[in-house]
């Protein structure tokens, strides 16, 4: 599978719930996973030493990628300069992205991106047997508990899956 880049909210929501080794293990087992230098930069409990220690890849956000980026960020506000460069990375190395912004989404199937959610990380773990059921549904609990934006009925239709 190509490599996939991560946006800043999920992983800030597996980091801090303590889980950025299910983003290491679907990296090792599923399919890369890679954080731009610049989401890295962005988020404060986290660096690069540690983004390369987790098994994640870390990748250099391309000079030309950050100027055109500067531009879409004006010209679309309604998604973040960080996000606009994750996308941007993505189309052009034909990569697919990590993300639950639905902005981003909207794009990505737009321009033909493959997009995989967080708890489709978890799911797709669960569903390979890397990670335990019980690990997994665990695991989306702690995050819907952390991330305000997460609601009990997204939630309770990801767990329907199971």
Same mark, same amino acid.
């Given at each position: #599978? ?35 230098? #610049? ?39 309604? #998604? ?23 902005? #981003? ?58």
């Amino acid at each position: #599978m190509s490599p996939l880049l991560i946006d800043a909210n999920v992983l800030i929501d597996f980091l801090n719930t303590g889980n950025l080794n299910v983003l290491e293990e679907y990296s090792q087992n599923v399919a890369p996973v890679e954080v731009l230098d #610049m989401i890295v930069g962005e988020i404060k409990e986290i660096d690069e030493l540690s983004i390369s220690e987790s098994g994640l890849n870390l990748r250099e956000t391309e000079f030309d990628i950050l100027e055109n980026c500067l531009n879409l960020a004006n010209a679309e506000p309604s #998604m973040s300069f960080e996000d606009h460069c994750v996308f941007e990375t993505a189309r052009q190395n034909q990569f697919g992205i990590i993300t639950g912004e639905r902005k #981003m989404i909207a794009k990505a199937a737009r321009e033909n991106i493959a997009v995989i959610r967080g708890f489709r990380v978890i799911y797709e773990l669960c569903d390979k047997q890397l990670i335990l059921k019980e690990d997994g549904i665990s695991i989306v609990k702690q995050i819907v508990e952390y991330n305000p934006y997460f609601n009990d009925s997204i939630r309770d239709d990801f767990l329907k899956l199971f």
